[in-house]
Each structure stands twice: as structure tokens, then as C-alpha cells.
């Protein structure tokens, strides 16, 4: 570790790497859908708060997945869009560390809110008579805090055994934005137990979640099979299909770029990949948990008839 090394005051963001002219069509197309997937989980969260109608367990957690997504995507994509136009792509240190241990500690909390909507629409479909008791709010609470709460402890686990290590040479981070395997890259020590550690928390809060989310699942297929009613059944397979589409895109992606082993052609497309958390998954998860979504639209209607008056 070295006690002669200077300390380290800013890295740079390499980036894509392509033309002028392709990074700028980028910087317009990337901005549309920050901008898109802002004012729609922005709008998700204003309903869910307005009004009275959708204050249930289901919207509840939505409304936590509406704020972690415009979080989610604030952190990272106004300095890639600053650095799709200017040529100083550096960023101190401070920045850095802290845009890593954000990006950590959201998709932390994101894989938790998504087992709690899970498991919420298990209780709702499997034993729809108790619902109410099973979630009353205060387990709704309890499940919402423990996941911010382990989020933001895991991240903060990442981060110390990140700061810990000494950097030397080229600080060039070959992504978009500070993510932690590109920065462990550039440190001048054994990462070992980074690694080790990255690998236990990808196997805790990705392989653990994805597993109780089939397991809920499993259940709920079972349970819309045995609907008689065959709108009922349609209903419910929307519902969950949607929910499912949204979690194997996240963890699917997730577990690509932190479980299975790297090689040299992978360093592209372990930039491209963090594009789909960033940009698209925020985008996605507003259109696919809620405007499509009946009690949404007639909640938006409202809104939007009181406020022609």
C-alpha cells in the first residue's frame, strides 16, 4: 500500500469513445429519455401522493420505485450527457467515490423494493381475503426502510474497501461514469477481497431476491391458473408479466456485468449495459407498472380535470 504515493485528485471519464458527430446525436437522444423518464416517474410519484384512491401497498412501493429510478438516473447521466460535448471529461475524486457509492447503494435498493412488490402481489393474488391484514402499513414501512436502510450499509461496505487502496499511473476510468469495476482497474494493489466482497453482495441482494421473486411467482402461476373467471385470470397475468419483465431486465443485466467472469471484448459492452439502469429501466418502469395501468389513467384524468377548472 505504500506510504510514497501522492494522493489522488481527479479521474477521467473515457467514455464511449466515438466521433464527434455520433457522441452529439447521443447527447440528444440520451437527453430526450432522461428528460422523458424524469417527468413520467415524476408524474407517477405526484398521483400516488395526490390522490387518495391509490394510497394501497401496490402504489406505495411505486412510488419508492419512482424516486429510486429519478435518483437512479440523475446520478450518472448529466455528467455522461456533459461529457458527450466537451472535452474535459475529468472528475476530483470526492465526486467520484461519492457517484459510485450512489449508483451501489440505488440498485441495492431497487433489487429489495422489487422482491417487496413481489411478495406483495403474492399476498394479493394468493390470499386475497387477508391482504389487508398481511400488508397493513406497517409492514409496508418495515419492508421499505430495511431495503433503503441495507442499501445505503452495502453500498457504504463497497465504498471503505474501495478508498482504502492506493492509485497510481493513468487515472483514466474506461466507462461513463465512476462504476466500480472500471475504478478497481485502475488501483495499484490487490483487489482480491473488492472482488470477493462484490461477488457475496451480487450473490445476497441479486441471486437471494431473484430467487424469493420466482419463488412468489411459482406461487401466484399457480393461482391465476385456478381463476374461473377468464377476465380475472387476463387481469392478473398483466399484472405480474409486467412485474417480471421489469425484474429480468434488472437483474438479468445486473448479474452479467457483476457474476460472470470478464474478458478483453467484454470492456464495450460492460459500458452499454449500465445504459439500460440508467436511462432505460427508469424510463421502462413508469410505462410498464403504471400507465398502462387502469386506476393510474382514471387517477391522471382526475388530475387533469381539476385542474381545467
Not at 414501512?141 to 431495503?147: E, F, I, P, W
Request: aromatic share 12%; net charge positive.
Amino acid at each position: 500500500m505504500g506510504g510514497n504515493r501522492s494522493w489522488v485528485t481527479e479521474f477521467v471519464l473515457l467514455g464511449f469513445q466515438l466521433s464527434a458527430q455520433t457522441e452529439l446525436l447521443l447527447f440528444w437522444v440520451f437527453s430526450l429519455l432522461y428528460i422523458f423518464s424524469l417527468l413520467a416517474n415524476g408524474m407517477i410519484f405526484a398521483l400516488i401522493c395526490l390522490d387518495q384512491r391509490l394510497h394501497t401497498p401496490m402504489y406505495f412501493f411505486l412510488s419508492h420505485l419512482a424516486i429510486i429510478d429519478m435518483s437512479y438516473a440523475s446520478n450518472n447521466v448529466p455528467k455522461m450527457l456533459a461529457n458527450l460535448v466537451t472535452q474535459n471529461r475529468a472528475i476530483s475524486f470526492v465526486p467520484c467515490i461519492i457517484q459510485t457509492y450512489l449508483y451501489l447503494a440505488f440498485a441495492h435498493i431497487e433489487c429489495l423494493i422489487l422482491v417487496a412488490m413481489s411478495y406483495d402481489r403474492y399476498v394479493a393474488i394468493c390470499h386475497p381475503l387477508q391482504y389487508t391484514v398481511i400488508m397493513s402499513w406497517s409492514v409496508c414501512l418495515v419492508l421499505a426502510a430495511t431495503s433503503w436502510s441495507c442499501g445505503f450499509v452495502q453500498a457504504l461496505l463497497h465504498v471503505v474497501l474501495l478508498v482504502r487502496l492506493p492509485f497510481c499511473g493513468l487515472q483514466e476510468v474506461n466507462h461513463f461514469f465512476c462504476e466500480i469495476l472500471s475504478v478497481l482497474k485502475l488501483a495499484c494493489a490487490d483487489t482480491w477481497l473488492n472482488k470477493v466482497v462484490i461477488f457475496a453482495a451480487a450473490v445476497f441482494v441479486l441471486v437471494g431476491p431473484l430467487c424469493l421473486v420466482l419463488v412468489s411467482y411459482t406461487h401466484i402461476l399457480w393461482a391465476i391458473l385456478r381463476i374461473q373467471s377468464g377476465e380475472g385470470r387476463r387481469k392478473a397475468f398483466s399484472t405480474c408479466s409486467s412485474h417480471l419483465c421489469v425484474v429480468g431486465l434488472f437483474f438479468g443485466i445486473a448479474m452479467v456485468v457483476y457474476m460472470v467472469p470478464k474478458s478483453s471484448q467484454q470492456e464495450e459492452m460492460e459500458k452499454i449495459l449500465p445504459l439500460f439502469h440508467c436511462l432505460f429501466n427508469p424510463m421502462l418502469n413508469p410505462l410498464i407498472y403504471s400507465l398502462r395501468n387502469t386506476q393510474v389513467k382514471d387517477a391522471l384524468c382526475r388530475a387533469l380535470q381539476v385542474r381545467a377548472r
